[in-house]
């Protein structure tokens, strides 16, 4: 999956709107928190694309307001657009909630760190929307991920790597919580990594006229990460189905002189055929095929 953001600026300050009132039907208030600082930095993006002044704003504010600005706002909309469809009894309120005060740069994060934990959620968050976005409905379990799919409970476990170093480490935690749940409620597991941060494009701008251009980066640096550490999640536990790699980003489209931001998404199948697990294979097919319908 690829999806390079085409939604304008006021459209986008227009759904923020929309999220803040989501929140407050929720009597979870936006006051005092990050999140009012993402609606700032967004309608001053809005009014300095509109008045000419865009690249004045990145000149004087710099590329790490925008970049936080656009990724999280959208991060926000699509939880927005996906768990307000939902009953809100079984809503994962505390984490909803939690996220409203994700560290001002990403930048800021200290792995290990207490600060981390805001956009851990946000990526729960954000990616358990795509899947609800793309017809996944039966959810079973907010707070932990997992959901009922063609008969079969899938449980995803989501991890952010900050390092090389943490590949090994992240991944073995994940399989093993994956396991646990495995062992006490059945069904499969998913593990999905947030890499931007790894493959170098979390604070990036990536300067185009062809979005296609920046597919195939993207692709190319996930393909990258996915051959260098796939060591680590082979053969480790069969129940586990697959992979799901995922990278935020930005651009300058310079055709319309105007910033945008995207999600790159690559599933790779753990479950083979080859070793008859061809119920599996096509389970976790399915499953990112909810992935590809999410917009």
């Known amino acids: ?13 227009d759904k923020l709107t929309k999220v803040r009132q989501w929140y407050d039907s929720l009597n979870i208030s936006t006051e005092g928190v990050n999140f009012e600082l993402i609606c700032c930095y967004v309608k001053k993006i809005t009014d300095a694309f509109h008045d000419g002044s865009l690249q004045q704003l990145l000149d004087v504010e710099g590329g790490r307001i925008l970049h936080y600005a656009l990724t999280e706002s959208m991060a926000f909309v699509d939880i927005h657009e996906a768990y307000s469809l939902l009953s809100q009894d079984h809503l994962p309120k505390q984490k909803l909630k939690s996220i409203l005060n994700i560290p001002v740069f990403p930048a800021d994060e200290i792995s290990g760190e207490a600060n981390v934990n805001e956009r851990n959620a946000m990526f729960e968050l954000e990616l358990a929307s795509k899947f609800i976005k793309g017809g996944v409905s039966d959810v079973v379990d907010h707070d932990d991920f997992s959901f009922l799919f063609n008969g ?9 790597i900050f390092s090389a170093k943490q590949v090994n480490s992240k991944v073995s935690a994940a399989f093993s919580k994956l396991a646990c749940k495995i062992n006490e409620h059945q069904g499969r597991g998913i593990v999905a990594l947030s890499i931007e941060k790894l493959i170098n494009v979390s604070d990036e701008f990536f300067n185009s006229r062809d979005a296609q251009h ?12 996915r051959r260098n550490y796939s060591r680590f999640w082979e053969r480790l536990d069969h129940r586990v189905i697959g992979i799901v790699l995922v990278a935020k980003f930005n651009t300058v489209n310079l055709s319309e002189n105007r910033v945008t931001n995207g999600y790159h998404i690559e599933c790779s199948p753990l479950a083979s055929p080859m070793n008859n697990q061809m119920k599996d294979y096509n389970l976790f097919r399915d499953v990112c095929s909810c992935l590809n319908r999410s917009k």
Do not use: P, Q, W
């Open 214 to 225: 920046i597919h195939d980066i993207l692709t190319s640096k996930v393909e990258d990460f």
């Open 1 to 13: 999956m690829f999806r390079n953001s085409s939604i304008g600026y006021r459209a986008l300050f």
């Open 152 to 160: 079969e409970k899938v449980h995803i476990e989501c991890k952010r």
